[in-house]
């Protein structure tokens, strides 16, 4: 399957007219293992400006391609970051050459925070709808979630906003059905981050 989602990426970048870098295989490769492989549970640490948020949308583009039923919650630290990564999302499905049947006529479920697309019917959760980390999230369920720069200055400048923050993604558990995934991508914005896992 690892080759189905470089293909999906290089096919991509071809569409923008450029070459895949060698730094978003990897991260490709990676994301696709998190998703393959129990506990099915990722963290992803990379430099800002290195493109890892843009193959996580190309990512779960591919995601929805294979498994339409799939529903995917995005989280960030505010809304507006997380309507940008569904933007990113449902510009690829709109533009990749292999997506043209995902596309619904009717486009009620095709919004800047939410996206579903053409899949068996009697699932009631939105393909991809996205919240703010504080958002409501109560009686959602997911099959993939994915917190994106959850912790920046704003989530994690005081230990109370850290230990606050942590108690919003422990949620996360009671969310997430019995075979999901979750992965985690951000950078690190304080020396008691919450991507540290142990000292």
Known sequence: MLDEFYDFLDTWNDVLGMKTPAHHRQIMEF???????????????AFRHSGKSTVLGIFAACVLLH????????LSA???????MVSHIRHVLENHPWCAELIPKNKKEWASGRITVNRSIGIREP????????????GLRADLIICDD??????CNTAQKRENLRDRLRELDFILSPCGAMIYIGTPHTMDTIYRTHD
């Open 127 to 138: 393909s991809v709808v996205c919240q703010g980390i504080h958002g409501n999230i109560t």
């Open 78 to 84: 505010e809304s507006g970051l997380a309507t940008r």
């Open 31 to 45: 994301l696709v293992s998190v998703w393959q492989n129990n506990p099915r549970r990722g963290l992803l640490l």
């Open 150 to 155: 959850v912790e920046v200055p704003n989530t």
């Open 67 to 74: 498994r339409t039923e799939t529903r995917i919650l995005i």
